[in-house]
């Protein structure tokens, strides 16, 4: 089956800097595929490439096997990282706007529905909290129905109770059957959204596949945590590797009830012991070397 | 107040602008072009006291060999064409030249009987011609000039508007990303620019026309034409300017260059369209190049129409001119539209 959307051998190159290097992947239809990796990845890039808006130095984009052309901008809702709108317009006057550009233009109510716009509606759209106009702009991207909608960082700068607002209309779109390409920089809301994720590093893509997957191939153990405090002094002869954090540590093992009768051994308190599975921010660690959100 | 926090902005802001090499040439060439425009228009010989518009044989020149009076100091002789004199005959009748003088023939002249500078430059033709000259009396009252400088006044009020409100608006949408989001939907830069310009076409027609009717009630002006076709030529050339200042704007994406370019067009267009004054007597060519701006083309109708009561025929040619303007602009503009600022 054609694949919705597929990347092949993309470049972008900048004067001194090779922002996409070679990057190709496929989402298909109904899938929602998450391109993760730090600030300056190339991920705005890679994503700028596939809508259409930023020309690529090689490599192609296909939109259900063709070229970008007239299908794609009428069947593709974009929700850009950084965007301006036209000022001295409400919330409503705005989504009327955009849904007179297309020709299958969804019912305005529709979408204030959809994106929970309803008590800001006739709200000038400067005077939005961050959360509000992100709504606002996803509202937008899904003005023309969209078949595959591009969601660029949505939830960078929101507060937690925000996000989750948002992640809660991901999901709602995400049962619609579109097609979602994601960027974030959010590893736990790439795992909690995405079916398939691309982590991306200096241009280049490291890994891809279902979150759970990619985890499980790399890992096979979980990490306990400890606040530093309470380790302090204890983990020169600790028997297991021990990565120390600016604030806390964490025991990375396979062994649970081992690692837990090394710490009581050693009178360590375990009041505020925490223990997770990996996760994808770990996978980069482990992929990079590095830390993800530096 | 700290001195030392002022004068670190105050070198960041001479850097700043320093650096921004296209805003320091425009606010270098802008007074340079002014001054320069002022030097052509009036520069050369001392102004002359009496205009007189002179028919002259075929193949004959401005000499006084032809007529003692040429030789008249502080006279300013314009030959015109045979096809011209009716034209200049209504001028006379309007005080707009002091005398007509046809040469072809035995001499003969036209003055009007109620113009003191006619009556002037009459007698010094007299005195030259030992009072040999056949004499063809105009009557008239003279074109006051708040009749001659309204349509100057409102023509120069809708170029400003529909440069800058066209122009600074579109690079104040590409600089902050507006135009780049239109870009991932179906507009083409056609419609954009389009829909930009009728927008800016109501607001300065109808800003125009309410003007318009509140100087009629409060300035009471000449319009010896009718007003419809006066609306036409306002729209006509509001097309053809809004289209000038959307082309402007179609790849700039700074906003102090855009608005230094918009006043290098608008500035030598507000001096040489004959907003204030007429250009009958600066160089041929500069007269030439005026008639390829818009806002010339725009006055040069209106007044016909306001003050001559000219037809829908009679001002035709301006109207197509205007209409070539506007498709030109705009063709330009669509074809070479940045819908990014980087």
């Known amino acids: 089956m054609t694949p919705v959307l597929e990347v092949r051998e993309l470049v972008k190159e900048y004067p001194g800097v090779r922002a996409v290097d070679g990057v190709s992947f496929s989402i298909a239809e109904g899938q929602c595929f998450g391109l993760l990796g730090p600030n300056g990845a190339g991920k705005t890039t890679t994503v700028e490439m596939m809508e259409g808006v930023t020309r690529p130095t090689s490599g192609s984009v296909l939109y259900r096997g063709e070229p970008l052309g007239p299908r794609f901008r009428e069947e593709a809702g974009i929700q850009f990282q950084k965007t301006s709108l036209q000022e001295f317009l409400t919330v409503r006057e705005t989504l009327a706007l955009f849904s007179h550009l297309y020709p299958r233009g969804r019912e305005v109510d529709a979408l204030i529905e959809t994106c929970a716009l309803g008590e800001i509606a006739d709200r000038d759209n400067r005077k939005l909290s961050g959360g509000q106009m992100q709504r606002l702009l996803l509202a937008i991207a899904l003005a023309n129905d969209p078949q595959v909608l591009f969601l660029d960082e949505p939830t960078t700068g929101l507060d937690p109770q925000a996000r989750h607002n948002f992640w809660d209309l991901i999901r709602t779109i995400k049962r619609e059957r579109r097609t979602v390409l994601l960027t974030t920089h959010y590893m736990e809301e790439a795992y909690f959204l995405c079916d398939v994720v691309a982590i991306m590093d200096r241009g280049r893509i490291i890994a891809e596949g279902p979150p759970s997957r990619l985890l499980r191939e790399h890992f096979d153990d979980v990490v306990l945590e400890l606040p530093r405090e309470d380790f302090s002094g204890e983990a020169v002869d600790f028997p297991l590797p021990v990565l120390v954090a600016s604030d806390r540590v964490e025991i990375s093992t396979g062994d649970v009830e081992g690692a837990l009768r090394a710490l009581l051994d050693r009178g360590i308190p375990l009041r505020h012991l925490r223990i997770r599975p990996r996760n994808l921010e770990d996978l980069f660690l482990e992929l990079t070397g590095r830390e993800l959100r530096t | ?342």
């Open chain 2, 1 to 342: 107040m700290s001195p030392r926090r002022l004068l670190a902005v105050w070198h960041a802001r001479n850097l700043e602008f320093l650096r921004d090499r296209s805003t320091l040439i425009f606010n270098f060439l802008f007074p340079l072009a002014l001054v320069v425009a002022f030097a052509v228009i009036f520069g050369g010989q001392p102004r002359a006291l009496f205009k007189v518009d002179v028919v002259l044989p075929a193949g004959a020149a401005l000499d006084a060999r032809l007529h003692p009076f040429l030789d008249t100091r502080y006279v300013d002789f314009v030959r015109i064409g045979p096809e011209d004199v009716d034209a200049t005959i209504r001028k006379v009748g309007r005080h707009e030249t002091d005398l007509l003088l046809d040469l072809r023939t035995a001499p003969r002249y036209w003055v009007n009987e109620d113009s003191p500078k006619g009556y002037l430059a009459e007698k010094l033709l007299l005195e030259s011609a030992g009072g040999r000259a056949t004499r063809e009396p105009v009557f008239g009252a003279a074109v006051r000039y708040v009749d001659w400088l309204l349509p100057g006044i409102l023509g120069m009020n809708m170029m400003f508007s529909c440069l800058f409100g066209v122009g600074y608006v579109v690079v104040r949408y590409r600089k902050s990303g507006f135009l780049r989001r239109l870009s991932a939907t179906p507009v083409t830069a056609f419609e954009f620019g389009a829909a930009q310009v009728l927008s800016r076409l109501l607001l300065t027609v109808s800003v125009t026309s309410l003007l318009y009717a509140a100087l009629a009630l409060l300035v009471p002006f000449r319009n010896e034409g009718s007003t419809l076709l006066l609306l036409l030529v306002a729209v006509a050339g509001a097309l053809a300017m809004i289209s000038f200042g959307f082309m402007m704007a179609a790849r700039f994406a700074s906003e102090e260059l855009a608005n230094g370019a918009i006043n290098l067009a608008s500035w030598p267009m507000m001096l040489l369209s004959g907003v204030w004054f007429s250009l009958e007597g600066a160089p041929a060519w500069l007269q030439q190049a005026a008639k390829a701006l818009p806002l010339t083309q725009m006055l040069v109708a209106a007044r016909a129409v306001m003050l001559d009561g000219a037809s829908f025929a009679d001002v035709l040619p301006h109207l197509g001119w205007l209409a070539a303007m506007t498709l030109l602009f705009l063709g330009i503009a669509a074809s070479g539209f940045r819908w990014r600022a980087d």
